[in-house]
């Protein structure tokens, strides 16, 4: 008899864990090599893992919504022996995160506090001083509007003093006593505070989010709060590099086999700005800076259902026109079909987003963190434009676009972030109308 311990595989660069999704197979099912095990979520992708022996499921050592490090043993499959389910040996995987109980997770998830949150978590004791709460007992959380402090108020009774759905229900029902629990120590009257302001949400149509929405939101919140955004604006003449692309799209096709959209000229000319300014090419780390050697220029991105992601254009700043323009059809095709991995959303240092493509004039985008700016770039429109010639000053038809950049003001000052904008229209203005395809 052999028995081989699935681990949960690499998904990805960068990626330390993952969250179980749902199990396509049982305790006793036999299941093929490359056979669909189990579907899991990374960040803002979720992706089906195969197995990689043929057998028969002996053991599944762990529950939908947990979350597993890479690398750890997820399962025990037997890989020489027919499939026998019986009622005593067979473990039903109920995928459901309401009717799982959540008591019997061998993975406890760890909440982190931001510095807010911890540093009021000290000023009061708590009835659960445990700092684990499982995916379920955060939903109904969320659900409630329960923040962290409240949880850790409330009484636990599962084991080793974790916190069950159960207690958190009981709480709600015997109306959220800790709710409005007054600070032990007193805390700094110049702190700012939410406000728990109650509001009439009206009626209607009510549309449950999905994973994914859930997570833009948690991701532009948290960017809100923790960026303090400051947005810079200028206006570039298009004009040059509207009239060669339409020039030689078509040439460009019939020579490389790649369709040639705008988007692989911004890229190019945010990547040129970006290696003028490296500072804009950052993250922070609490009191440091951390200036990145790579320039990856993520391209906010629609999917079709409506959620909105960002593919990575890896070392932009060293590849050519043909290069760019075949990473972006490519990126920009597994969006259209659902079909991004992992890698193709890690990683980026600074993202563009083209507001342009849904006919805005101009955005103030919210920085993609941990990075420190963000550029949008609007509709490309024919307007009348005083221009200098020869002959002085005249009235031209002339193609314009608004640049409009966020920035994180902790770390990029003004003079930085309006150069930087500045110096990306003047790439686009100063674009070579006699360029080579």
């Given at each position: 008899m052999s028995k081989v311990e699935f681990k949960m595989p690499k998904l990805g660069e960068s990626i330390t864990d993952a969250a179980i999704i749902t199990w396509f197979k049982n305790v006793?099912?036999?299941?093929?090599?490359d056979e669909m095990l189990l579907e899991v979520a990374t960040d803002k992708v979720d992706s089906e893992v195969p197995s990689t022996v043929s057998g028969v499921i002996e053991e599944i050592l762990y529950d939908a919504n947990d979350v597993i490090k890479i690398g750890e043993t997820i399962a025990i499959i037997k890989t020489d022996g027919k499939a026998s389910v019986s009622k005593k040996s067979t473990k039903k995987v109920d995928t459901k995160p309401e009717t799982k109980k959540v008591e019997k997770s061998k993975k406890k998830r760890t909440i982190i506090p931001s510095a807010a949150e911890e540093s009021q978590s000290k000023s009061f004791s708590v009835s659960n001083s445990n700092a684990f709460f499982s995916p379920l007992v955060i939903k109904i959380a969320k659900e409630h509007h329960i923040s962290f402090e409240e949880l850790a108020r409330i009484p636990a009774t599962g084991h080793e003093g974790r916190l069950r759905k159960s207690?958190?229900?009981?709480?709600?029902?015997?109306?959220?006593?800790?709710?409005?629990?007054?600070?032990?120590?007193?805390?700094?009257?110049?702190?700012?505070?939410?406000?728990?302001?109650?509001?009439?949400?009206?009626?209607?149509?009510?549309?449950?989010?999905?994973?994914?929405?859930?997570?833009?939101?948690?991701?532009?919140?948290?960017?809100?709060?923790?960026?303090?955004?400051?947005?810079?604006?200028?206006?570039?003449?298009?004009?040059?590099?509207?009239?060669?692309?339409?020039?030689?799209?078509?040439?460009?096709?019939?020579?490389?086999?790649?369709?040639?959209?705008?988007?692989?000229?911004?890229?190019?000319?945010?990547?040129?700005?970006?290696?003028?300014?490296?500072?804009?090419?950052?993250?922070?780390?609490?009191?440091?800076?951390?200036?990145?050697?790579?320039?990856?220029?993520g391209m906010a991105t629609a999917l079709p259902s409506g959620n909105l992601i960002v593919p990575v254009v890896r070392n932009a700043d060293t590849k050519d026109l043909k290069t760019l323009a075949a990473n972006v059809n490519e990126l920009a095709n597994k969006a259209r079909e659902n079909n991004l991995k992992a890698d193709d959303i890690q990683g980026s240092t600074f993202t563009i987003s083209n507001v342009g493509t849904f006919g805005s004039v101009m955005g103030t985008p919210i920085i993609n963190q941990p990075e420190v700016a963000i550029l949008a770039l609007g509709i490309i429109k024919k307007r009348p434009e005083v221009i200098t010639t020869e002959k002085g000053d005249e009235i031209a038809i002339r193609s314009m676009m608004y640049l409009s950049l966020s920035f994180d003001h902790r770390v990029v000052d003004g003079f930085l972030g309006g150069s930087f904008v500045r110096r990306v229209a003047d790439y686009f203005e100063q674009f070579d109308m006699n360029r080579e395809i």
């Open positions: 006793g099912d036999t299941i093929e090599e207690d958190v229900f009981q709480y709600i029902e015997d109306g959220r006593p800790f709710k409005f629990a007054q600070a032990v120590a007193q805390q700094d009257p110049t702190a700012y505070r939410i406000p728990q302001l109650k509001f009439d949400k009206g009626k209607g149509k009510v549309i449950e989010m999905d994973r994914m929405r859930q997570m833009i939101a948690d991701h532009m919140v948290y960017s809100k709060h923790t960026s303090p955004h400051v947005t810079a604006y200028v206006e570039a003449d298009m004009t040059n590099m509207v009239n060669w692309r339409n020039a030689n799209k078509i040439p460009f096709q019939e020579k490389h086999g790649e369709r040639l959209t705008f988007t692989p000229l911004f890229v190019e000319a945010v990547a040129k700005a970006v290696k003028d300014f490296p500072n804009i090419n950052a993250s922070v780390d609490g009191n440091k800076i951390i200036v990145k050697e790579n320039i990856n220029i």
